[in-house]
């Protein structure tokens, strides 16, 4: 059983262009959470879904970015028009129900020029 | 407002004693409190769960308290060893069925 798995692991990105970073969570999960961290700080909670659902976006900047996580395919975390505040490192995490431990990915590391 | 807090950034204690690790909280009912161990470049591991109505729990060399009361939780590795150096996180599950971390401790175990 294959862990939790983003891509790509680094991302470049030149301001105003559009980053996409995915998330496939571990077999059998269906919850997926996004963080992000700043060099030296904690996981900053971004959003909460489940399949095709967005359960929690309170963490989520209310413009240019958005979430996904359709019935097929991985979870996506799509920032448009990034700027350099945006670089960070992005998580993704799963969990088998909403009540349980989480298991994280390696994360995307994105960078902006 | 809610607020997590870890105690100090940074923890440097010598291999082989019991490294303790605090996290206090305020304006949260948690139903539970989770560690996590995250390692530099890397997503942070689970490392134990300890519900509300649980007062200890431990995990080989780990043990987690609770302390609904006092609003802490308190994390202890005995007999320490370099490899046991990393950032550690303390995570409360809200309300709102998400977690939310707090800034981690950094330990270091000099040999």
């Known amino acids: 059983n294959a862990g939790v798995m983003q891509n790509p692991r680094h991302l470049v990105r030149r301001r105003g262009q559009e980053a996409r970073l995915r998330c496939s969570p571990m077999k059998g999960h269906s919850h997926v959470y996004w963080y992000r961290q700043l060099p030296e700080e904690g996981l900053k909670f971004m959003v909460y879904?489940?399949?095709?659902?967005?359960?929690?976006e309170s963490g989520m900047p209310k413009e240019r970015f958005s979430a996904e996580f359709p019935k097929e395919g991985p979870s996506i975390l799509r920032i448009q028009q990034v700027v350099r505040g945006d670089s960070a490192a992005y998580f993704c995490?799963?969990?088998?129900?909403?009540?349980?431990?989480?298991?994280f990915g390696p994360g995307t590391r994105l960078t902006v020029l | 407002s809610q607020k997590i807090e870890q105690n100090s950034e940074a923890l440097n204690i010598q291999e082989g004693k019991t490294a303790t690790l605090t996290c206090n909280y305020t304006?949260?009912?948690?139903?539970?409190l989770q560690w996590y161990r995250q390692d530099p470049g890397r997503g942070p591991v689970f490392l134990l769960l300890i519900r509300e109505n649980e007062k200890e729990k431990r995990k080989e060399r780990l043990k987690v308290t609770f302390d609904t009361t006092l609003k802490q939780s308190l994390f202890h590795i005995t007999a320490s060893q370099p490899a046991d150096s990393a950032t550690y996180l303390c995570a409360l599950y809200s309300s709102a069925s998400k977690i939310i971390f707090g800034s981690g401790t950094r330990l270091s175990i000099r040999p």
């Open positions: 995490a799963s969990s088998p129900d909403g009540d349980n431990e989480q298991f």
């Open positions: 879904l489940q399949k095709e659902n967005i359960i929690d």
């Open positions: 304006n949260y009912s948690p139903a539970y």
